[in-house]
């Protein structure tokens, strides 16, 4: 049974579209079971019905034609219940309905499977025997692993419009995919799939725009496959036998015209460019040795795929990854990078979508800098599919709808409304001081690291930069940047925002941020070679860093800050700070007339927090970075979309670690901030404010929320609401409590819920 699954699953993989794949499902089962009928209803949402989609059994005459209610008979039975119903004797059920146009009276025993795709039922899978019995478990059990494989697929067809239940081709349902929030905002556009190189599965669907072009990029991509290949076989001519180069000869002749190369070629002509052609054949070749029962030509699948990769290398090669985008583009990805959407025209770029990463993953980060609505983690987005297809981003929420209807349109639309209306009338806050209804004063700076950033921010009344990431200019270069070429961008920043704070972090790389030319390896990059471990091991980075942004500032008289990320302990500190003031009296040797900055640390691991008193002793100033904090306190990858639900800010350990964090800073007189997320979300501020932080940086959008929420609070009602938050364990409940206090203080229009039709 289980080879027969494997079989069954590759087949419906393989097959390219649902009805193909309902039919394969139907016939195979069938086989398998030896039952005499099976069937699928799927359901149609705008309908509220089931409807009759394959069958093998029964009149097919009525596929597509025959619907039963939600309510209706055993299938809507099983669809209220989300679970297998098996009955021995069907026509007894209290809930049994005939239909007379189906054609299923002889028919007694009956086992029905609910097709569930993110807890939502999407139809119901059907056998049936005239014979008065049972299905016994592993009956049931391969009938439940099939509609678990099944829903999918349909989920798929669901996405890309393929899927269509009322009859029309122009009335193609929505679809809603949850993921989580990455930047806020919502974006209604055209989905751009982006892909990673030589990833055959990522590869989109894409109509040629000139398929006669696109034959000869293919025909001389596989010309060059060939050559590569021949390399290969005339160097390990000496070292191999006779039969074991055979292999290579092998692998030349799956390129003949007439195997792999003539399918592809007539997929092309038939208006598929050719990538995405040569996917679908390599797809489809790899489906049929995988189905094979012979061990050793199941595994010819893997060469086929090795294969279809080495084309694809040369076609990306050969190509332009993309030449234009649309006005509206909403950028779709697997993983998406910052040099990814880097390439994109600003004012084309709407939205972004990554099927992986969290609502605090780097990009997510950069997207919330940028004011780009972005959704993260949408892990049953099928994005391959996509290209071209209309799409909602909700920022908010943390969901995309693909295909949407009149009514979410709107809903959207509104809503696009209703922000630019609430911008506007915060607009009246920039000039002012950022001050609680009792004159308690808190500062509100920026997180940047684009130029871009500079005046956006200036424009929201920001008092200065408390985070700048000059991680970001070497993510998007191709080698390290000389300090000459640091020094000109870090002055460009320092004259943009001077005479304020500008808080510089050293570079810090490592974990979800990678220098394609610095690659670093690691099974646990989180708890790796990141931050200061890898400045600290190379001080050559290091010191032309820091040299940079000291002599950037000649002249500028902005207040330079560097702060140091990843510190674990006071010996990095020490280790840091001296190859500083090494860096400072070389400067003043050389005769520049420049200040000596100020030195903090980030606050961003436990035994920071710990050590905090320690630490801020050795430095002018700490910064808790509460992304990191939070993942480290709370053993939560925020790239990971299966755990994200588990971190919280508002975590009861992740409050407590912030006060003692205060207190420690308080304790030596010694000024403190928080940037991040947590310092822009403005519930959380009021708590902040309470704790005694004297700066929260944030991104520049959230800048003017926060200063209402602010301003709408006496820090004495602040610090009450800390204090018995303070008692509480359950993070939930300390949300649910803030959340409350900001409705009632009036702010309810920056707390509110967001659901979608």
């Known amino acids: 049974m289980l080879e027969i699954l494997r079989r069954v699953i590759q087949e419906v993989n393989s097959a390219r579209d649902l009805g193909t794949a309902l039919d394969i499902i139907v016939e195979r089962i069938q086989q398998a079971m030896g039952t005499q009928v099976c069937s699928v209803y799927l359901l149609n949402e705008e309908r509220d019905r089931y409807v009759f989609m394959a069958n093998r059994g029964l009149n097919a005459a009525a596929v597509g034609k025959v619907s039963l209610g939600l309510g209706e ?3 809507g039975y099983v669809g209220e219940r989300a679970e297998p119903v098996n009955l021995e004797n069907a026509p007894q059920h209290r809930r049994y309905h005939y239909v007379e146009e189906v054609g ?63 009859g029309s081709v122009n009335d193609l349902p929505a679809s809603r995919f949850q993921g989580k929030a990455g930047a806020p905002g919502v974006a209604i556009g055209t989905a751009v799939v982006i892909y990673p190189e030589a990833e055959l599965h990522t590869v989109p ?41 055979g292999l290579f000869e092998a692998y ?34 790899v489906a049929s040795f995988q189905a094979m029962e012979d061990a050793y030509l199941r595994e010819r699948g893997t ?18 990854r993309r030449v234009s985008y649309p006005l509206n583009t909403i950028l779709v990805g697997a993983e998406l990078t910052p040099s990814m959407f880097a390439d994109v025209p600003r004012e084309r770029l709407l939205g972004l979508v990554s099927v992986k990463g969290s609502g605090s993953s780097h990009v997510a980060i950069l997207a919330k800098a940028m004011g780009i609505p972005t959704v993260m983690g949408v892990e049953a987005l099928p994005i391959h599919l996509l290209e071209d297809k209309p799409l909602i981003v909700d920022g908010f929420d943390g969901c ?29 806050l920039k000039n002012k001081p950022c001050v609680s209804l009792d004159g308690h004063r808190v500062r509100l700076w920026v997180n940047t690291g684009l130029m871009t950033d500079a005046s956006r921010s200036l424009d929201r009344g920001a008092e200065g930069v408390g985070l700048y990431r000059t991680e970001v200019h070497f993510m998007m270069n191709d080698r390290f940047p000389t300090e000459e070429e640091q020094k000109a961008i870090y002055r460009e920043h320092l004259l943009a925002y001077a ?36 400045t600290l091991d190379h001080p050559e980075i290091f010191l032309a860093q820091v040299r940079a942004m000291i002599r950037a500032n000649e002249g500028v008289n902005a207040y330079l800050r560097i702060m140091l990320p990843m510190v674990s302990s006071v010996t990095e500190v020490d280790e840091a700070k001296r190859l500083i003031a090494q860096c400072y009296a070389e400067i003043i040797e050389d005769g520049a007339k420049v200040a000596m900055p100020a ?80 310092a822009g979300n403005p519930a959380a501020a009021i708590l902040l404010m309470a704790m005694g932080f004297d700066v929260l940086s944030m991104n520049s959008t959230n800048l003017l929320m926060v200063k209402w929420a602010v301003r709408s609070f006496e820090l004495r009602k602040a610090k009450r609401i800390l204090n018995k938050v303070l008692k509480m364990d359950n993070a939930q409940e300390i949300k649910i409590y803030v959340d409350g206090q900001m409705r009632e203080a009036g702010l309810g229009r920056i707390v509110r819920s967001r659901m979608a039709p």
């Open 104 to 166: 299923e009276e002889p028919f007694n025993a009956f086992l029905g499977v609910p097709i569930i795709h993110h807890r939502r039922v999407l139809g119901v899978l059907v056998v049936q025997q005239t014979s008065v019995r049972r299905y016994d478990e592993s009956e049931e059990a391969f009938l439940i692993t099939l509609s678990a494989q099944l829903a999918g697929v349909i989920a798929h067809a669901r996405a890309t419009g393929s899927l269509s239940l009322s």
């Open 303 to 320: 060469d086929v795929l090795d294969l279809g990769r080495r084309v694809l290398a040369k076609l990306q090669s050969s190509v332009d």
């Open 599 to 678: 030195v903090g640390v980030m606050i961003e691991v436990p035994a920071a927090v710990y050590q905090a008193r320690d630490i801020i002793k050795r430095v002018d100033f700490l910064s808790v970075g509460s992304n990191d904090l939070i993942q480290y306190m709370l053993a939560v990858d925020r790239n990971n979309a299966r755990v994200a639900e588990l971190y919280q800010e508002f975590h009861p350990a992740v409050l407590h670690a912030l006060k003692f964090v205060v207190d420690a800073a308080h304790a030596e007189n010694k000024p403190l901030g928080i940037c991040g997320e947590m």
């Open 400 to 428: 995309v709808i693909t295909h949407p209807g009149a009514d979410q349109l709107v809903f959207y639309r509104n809503m696009l409304k209703d922000e630019a209306a609430l911008n506007e009338g915060l607009e009246e």
């Open 252 to 285: 030349l002749h799956m390129l003949d015209d007439t195997a792999i190369s003539g399918e592809v070629v007539a997929l092309i002509e038939a208006g598929q460019w050719a990538q995405g052609a040569l996917r679908a054949v390599i797809e489809s070749h």
């Open 205 to 245: 669907d894409r109509k040629a725009s000139d398929t006669a072009a696109e034959v000869v990029l293919f025909r001389r991509a596989v010309a060059e496959t060939r050559n590569e290949i021949r390399a290969m076989s005339d160097k390990l001519s000496d070292r191999l036998r006779p039969e074991d180069l």
């Open 499 to 534: 005479p304020r704070n500008v808080t510089m972090r050293t570079l810090d790389i490592g974990g979800d941020k990678a220098l394609s030319y610095f690659p670093i390896q690691e099974e646990n990059p989180f708890l790796g070679w990141r931050g200061i471990r890898v």
């Open 73 to 75: 008979g055993l299938v």
